[in-house]
């Protein structure tokens, strides 16, 4: 079964910052990333499929990058928003997508 | 628009059953693939089981292999999942997920059923 890590686990950042996380596949899973958004008492929602492609509506801060085994999701302006909890979806060996542990993003 | 609207969700003794509907609608259900992920209380999200646009196909998560079964009725537009044999470790709200392309995206979820199993 692939494995999926992300870091860091949490992260403390301002209104304005740039924010990177980072999602580890245990063995390649060429484009097959995709990542989600879940605020607090709500369902997770789409931000990016395929590594780096960007689901309709997501604004523009959002980025996502990476192939193999290494990815990336980076916010390049936080807003207010935008903080919850981020994980990142391998969707290579379908129909199973086994999600990462997830990466919190809260208020400095 | 897309709704996915989850039911049949409480609190049942462990060893008991319960069952779990999702009513879709704003999409033509019968040519997606659909999915259940769970989130146990404070935890991140679990991956626990996929069917066909036909139902001919079906796949489960080996937490809950044998114990919970997967279907659909397309000429109702709803997803279920029969859950038995059910332990403390099944407790969490559960998602009902629609497959963007039969690739595993999850473009669309439900607001989650929450599931506890407690004596």
């Known amino acids: 079964d692939i494995q999926m890590t992300q870091s860091p686990s949490s992260l403390s950042a301002s209104v304005g910052d740039r924010v990177t996380i980072t999602c580890r596949a245990s063995?390649?899973?060429?484009?097959?990333l995709n990542w989600y958004q879940q605020k607090p008492g709500k369902a997770p929602k789409l931000l990016i499929y395929?590594?780096?492609s960007l689901q309709s509506g997501v604004p523009s801060r959002f980025s996502g990058s990476g192939s193999g085994t290494d990815f990336t999701l980076t916010i390049s302006s936080l807003q207010p928003e935008d903080f919850a909890t981020y994980y990142c979806?391998?969707?290579?060996?379908?129909?199973?997508?086994?999600f990462g542990p997830g990466t919190k993003v809260d208020i400095k | 628009e897309v709704q996915l609207v989850e039911s049949g969700g409480g609190l049942v003794q462990p060893g008991g059953s319960l069952r779990l509907s999702c009513s879709a609608s704003?999409?033509?259900?019968?040519?997606?693939?659909m999915h259940w992920v769970r989130q146990a209380p404070g935890k991140g999200l679990e991956y626990v089981s996929a069917?066909?646009?036909?139902?001919?196909?079906?796949y489960y998560a080996d937490s809950v292999k044998g114990r919970f079964t997967i279907s659909r009725d397309n000429s109702k537009n709803t997803l279920y999942l029969q859950m038995s044999s059910l332990r403390a470790e099944d407790t969490a709200v559960y998602y009902c997920?629609?497959?963007?392309?039969?690739?595993?995206?999850?473009?669309?979820w439900g607001q989650g059923t929450l599931v506890t199993v407690s004596s």
């Open positions: 979806q391998q969707s290579y060996s379908t129909p199973k997508g086994t």
């Open positions: 704003g999409f033509t259900f019968s040519s997606y693939a």
């Open positions: 395929a590594a780096s």
């Open positions: 069917i066909s646009s036909n139902g001919g196909s079906t």
């Open positions: 063995q390649s899973i060429s484009s097959y």
């Open positions: 997920v629609k497959d963007w392309g039969g690739d595993s995206v999850f473009d669309y």
